[in-house]
């Protein structure tokens, strides 16, 4: 789908999130998620303050029940003592993040200053990938659903000045919403709008949207779809970037740069995540990097330091970045969305500071990161957070070493069933904490064993994989 744009970030509406201005002529603001448990205040707020001194703007914690909306009232209060202490303006603004339990986002929507909700399980039964023959009638009572208890949410963020995001996922979309639309960038996009409708009904207007996907071609079409509907609609309001489940290391920067910078290069974005499967803090110094070098008009990112050429089916980038990382940032940033929007299946890489195995390397891991060729096993998996109950890291690491000679396998490493097996949602094997110390396995979307022991769980991910290849 090749949506056509004529966008200006500078048009959309401001949202305040407590004292922070999000859109307009604002600067893209940056942020991250803290992967601590969050009824661990003190851990919680020891990451906290390594996070905003990283340079985060806003942080986001899981809030699974109202035992946790207690403990972030209590994390909220330490911080802005600490703000106070310091004299700073205002303490960095706290997200809740909510799923399955509307009352939840009630409460905490009365103690931090923005609530996430997911529209696929906001009020919606949780996801059991069912098919639902709805008549014309019975949709709109369900609609009619969404609305009334939608609005209790939106009274209590007005009568208290929070900001709401509406945060759409890949793979997370209701039953509802998959029997009309199906698994599809349209359904994400109405799933999303669902909701803004009924906000923009009841004059409600701090609000954040965000549609993300691992699929970095998925997300961009989808953003774009979104931003095209906003359009139609007579809406513009501010949106969140990312790449969701993008992983780790330098695929993890790669992938979420691919997805990112195609949006950002198109002037959309006011926000942004890097979601890495590492400590939240290591997020920002890539997220900051992308902001950066998309502050520049395209003229100055094109000077005589940067070379964009387009011949045939093949992308030719060079720059002089003499940072492996920052080139590796600006070479996936730029190259992604050419090579998606000129139909191109070839890239060629151009540094004379970097060895040319690197650069070539470089450019695989850039054309599998914008899923136009696979060369080798790709990770699917989330950051982390409060949810997570197992060593992800680790896990990752585990994960690789049995299973990294399998080329051209996508496999979902998630940390509880919030992420999986939804959001995995093209992945062809998954492997999803049910519990302390316990692992599902999938096979794609189906789960085939569940509640094993997290120590036999790789091997048995393993044995699933080859008893399948026979």
């Known amino acids: 789908m090749n949506i056509q744009l004529t966008y200006n970030r ?20 940056i942020q991250t998620m803290a992967n601590t448990s969050t009824n661990d205040i003190e851990g919680s707020l020891a990451q906290a303050e390594r996070c905003i001194a990283a340079g ?40 809740a993040d909510v799923h399955f339990q509307s009352d939840v986002a009630d409460a905490a929507a009365k103690v931090v200053e923005k609530v996430r909700i997911n529209p696929g399980n906001y009020i919606d039964p949780a996801r059991k990938f069912k098919q639902i023959d709805y008549t014309e009638e019975e949709y709109q009572a369900e609609l009619q659903r969404l609305r009334n208890r939608f609005i209790q949410l939106l009274n209590i963020c007005k009568e208290h000045k929070t900001a709401l995001r509406i945060g759409v996922n890949h793979g997370s979309l209701s039953d509802r919403i998959m029997s009309r639309y199906g698994d599809t960038p349209e359904g994400m996009v109405e799933s999303c709008m669902e909701f803004l409708r009924v906000a923009v009904a009841e004059d409600f207007k701090d609000i954040v949207l965000s549609i993300k996907a ?7 079409t989808t ?36 997805g990112i910078g195609a949006l950002l290069a ?21 997220a900051k990097a992308l902001v950066d070098y998309f502050a520049d008009e395209l003229s100055t990112r094109y ?41 191109c299946t070839e890239l060629v890489l151009n540094n004379d500071h970097f060895a040319a195995e690197d650069l070539a390397r470089l450019s695989k891991d850039v054309l599998q990161a914008a899923r136009v060729r696979m060369y080798k096993t790709e990770y699917i998996s989330c950051p982390g957070c409060g949810r997570t ?11 690789k070493a049995a299973t990294s000679h399998l080329q051209g396998l996508k496999i979902g490493i998630m940390g509880c ?50 008893a399948d290849k026979k």
């Open 10 to 29: 500078r048009q959309t509406t401001t949202t305040n999130v407590g004292g922070l201005s999000i859109g307009s002529e604002y600067p893209v603001r």
């Open 56 to 95: 985060t703007e806003l942080l986001r914690f899981t809030t699974q029940g109202m035992r946790e909306v207690e403990s972030l009232a209590q994390i909220h209060q330490s911080l802005q003592g600490v703000a106070r202490s310091t004299a700073q303006r205002s303490h960095t603004p706290l997200v």
């Open 214 to 220: 691992s699929n970095t071609r998925v997300m961009v």
């Open 223 to 258: 953003v774009r779809l979104l931003v095209w509907q906003m359009q139609e609609e007579g809406m513009a309001f501010p949106l969140h970037l990312g790449v969701t489940e993008a992983g780790e290391g330098e695929d993890g920067r790669v992938k979420s740069a691919v």
């Open 266 to 286: 198109d002037g959309i974005g006011d926000t942004i995540r890097v979601s890495l499967s590492e400590a939240p803090e290591k997020e920002l110094p890539v």
């Open 303 to 343: 000077a005589a330091t940067t070379q964009v050429k387009i011949e045939d089916n093949t992308v030719y980038f060079s720059n002089a970045d003499t940072d492996w990382q920052l080139f590796q940032l600006h070479a996936a940033a730029e190259c992604g969305r050419l090579l998606w929007d000129h139909n």
């Open 389 to 399: 109950l197992f060593d992800l890291e680790q896990t990752i690491a585990q994960v």
């Open 417 to 466: 069933i919030v992420n999986g097996p939804g959001e995995m949602a093209d992945a062809d094997y998954g492997y999803v904490g049910a519990g302390r110390r316990k692992v599902s396995l999938y096979r794609g979307k189906e789960c085939v064993l569940k509640n094993i022991p997290q120590e036999e769980a790789v091997a048995q991910l393993l044995a699933l994989i080859e």
